[in-house]
């Protein structure tokens, strides 16, 4: 499993942003993925999540109803569409795969067994 998270910038407040997270290894479509963000002094945070399947998606309760996440499982690919950005949306975010999450959506990234690099993004108001 190799994540690669793209698509990072720098905007103003209310503009959108798509993420996308591509896994150039051999990571099987049955594992959940993640998204989580740090910002500095802070603690790493869950963004979204979504199931294997695509079917079932979690979010965190700052980005809910503003970000969407999605995957495209030909190509192993997850999106994380952020929309209507506040300068608090700042911060390096990372996308993840969960091996063993099965039918649960796990908040925690302990649970998460595979990393990307971070991509920056920065909301100025």
């Known amino acids: 499993v190799q994540l690669q998270a793209s698509g990072g910038g720098s905007v103003q407040t209310g503009d959108s942003l798509r993420l996308t997270c591509e896994d150039s290894?051999?990571?099987?479509?049955?594992?959940?993925m993640g998204w989580f963000r740090q910002a500095p002094g802070k603690e790493r945070e869950f963004v979204a999540g979504?199931?294997?399947?695509?079917?079932?998606?979690a979010y965190g309760d700052p980005v809910t109803g503003r970000f969407t996440i999605s995957r495209d499982g030909a190509r192993n690919t997850v999106y994380l569409q952020m929309d209507s950005l506040k300068p608090e949306d700042t911060a390096v975010y990372y996308c993840?795969?969960?091996?063993?999450?099965?039918?649960?959506?796990?908040?925690?990234?302990?649970?998460?067994?595979?990393w990307g690099q971070g991509t920056q993004v920065t909301v100025s108001s």
């Open positions: 993840a795969a969960d091996r063993n999450g099965g039918t649960r959506l796990d908040r925690s990234q302990d649970d998460y067994d595979y």
């Open positions: 979504i199931s294997w399947s695509g079917v079932r998606t």
């Open positions: 290894g051999d990571a099987p479509t049955s594992y959940n």
